[in-house]
């Protein structure tokens, strides 16, 4: 029994009820307030602690082994919860817990805020509205700066004990942002050098376009810049402080990057909802896939310690519009998530665009 793609969409944007809220990350950088499930082979990240999770159709009870999803009492599906992880119990000889290093996102991917602090994030006029990376370092869930060496100690053993096959460091914005950018390529040269896992690294543009070939060097196998939206007008609202770097900035790195990593190594995070015109975000799209950057195009998550706590869903009917119209244009340039090698398009968790790909059949188009 499979469920239609409407309704991968709307548990997407609304959420579910999920009885054991315990198992559910609060706060921090990426998905938080949020479960990972597998639904007919798909690791989807669903809301949990949302407000409309609270009051969603949709409701995940667990039964035996797996777990029923119903909507409006009538079972549509079976899906599985992904477990604790096994690394999840061990400490580094400091006594400091895995947990606290780095986390499992969605099915196989492990990640870590390597730099839980933004230089942005304390004062309101700068700020991502939509962010919550302070949240779980002023609930004690995670270090400040986690090191190289416990990186790669986590690393091999999520990769012996869990079977994790790719790793996503990121940061809040530094300082000196390409300072911030070289301490995350060492982070990944010691998880290679460990664990032999291919390493995604996130950071804003780097002003010396040189160290993308030093970051390659280092190990760095796919480099994640997050624009977050392509409407100037958005990003200077919900994004004051990071719309300093304009977004022309942006596809100039996004050339640079791909001149070194390759098509389909680079990403950008793209976050619908936010009040961004849609015809510009499908025209910035359609540049960055032009020039083999993958828009990884999200849903807002209003995260309880966000500013946009209170923000309504999105409205499934905008995501399934614009999931098809970037699928479309990631089809006609041949990029593809399994070709990045690492990181969010890797994991693909946390965007439907991975029932865009053509070799990916799911129910009926909402």
Aim: net charge neutral; with cysteine; aromatic share 6%.
């Amino acid at each position: 029994m499979s469920i239609q793609l409407a309704d991968y969409i709307a548990l997407q944007s609304h959420g579910a009820r999920v009885n054991d809220l315990g198992a559910v990350r609060r706060g921090g950088a990426g998905p938080a307030d949020a479960r990972a499930f597998v639904i007919d082979g798909h690791p989807v990240m669903i809301p949990a602690l949302s407000r409309s999770a609270a009051d969603s159709g949709y409701e995940f009870i667990p039964d035996g082994n797996s777990w029923r999803l119903e909507s409006g009492g009538q079972l549509l599906c079976r899906a599985r919860a992904v477990p604790r992880p096994a690394f999840y119990e061990g400490q580094t000889a400091e006594g400091i817990p895995y947990a606290k290093i780095a986390l499992l996102h969605g099915r196989d991917c492990l990640a870590s805020t390597v730099i839980q602090e933004c230089v942005r994030y304390n004062d309101i006029r700068t700020r991502c509205r939509f962010c919550a990376i302070g949240a779980s370092l002023d609930r004690g869930a995670t270090i400040r700066t986690k090191t190289p060496e416990q990186l790669s100690e986590v690393a091999l053993a999520a990769k012996r004990m869990d079977h994790v096959t790719h790793v996503t460091l990121t940061a809040g914005t530094t300082a000196n942002p390409d300072e911030g950018a070289l301490y995350l390529g060492r982070c990944a040269q010691a998880i290679r050098d460990a664990a032999a896992l291919p390493v995604e690294v996130q950071f804003e543009p780097l002003r010396d376009k040189r160290l993308y070939s030093r970051l390659k060097d280092m190990g760095v196998s796919d480099v994640g810049l997050h624009v977050e939206s392509f409407d100037e007008k958005t990003r200077r609202k919900m994004a004051p402080g990071k719309a300093e770097v304009s977004l022309e900035r942006y596809f100039e790195a996004f050339a640079d990057a791909v001149a070194v990593f390759g098509r389909n190594k680079i990403s950008t995070y793209v976050i619908l909802g936010l009040g961004e015109d849609p015809k510009l975000t499908l025209e910035g799209c359609r540049r960055a896939i032009s020039l083999g950057v993958y828009p990884v195009i999200v849903p807002l998550r209003p995260l309880l310690d966000s500013f946009l706590a209170k923000s309504r869903p999105v409205d499934p009917r905008y995501l399934a519009t614009m999931y098809r119209a970037v699928g479309a244009m990631l089809e006609e340039q041949g990029l593809r998530a399994e070709e990045s090698t690492a990181g969010c398009v890797r994991c693909r968790a946390c965007s439907l665009l991975q029932f865009t790909e053509k070799e990916i059949q799911v129910g009926d188009n909402p």
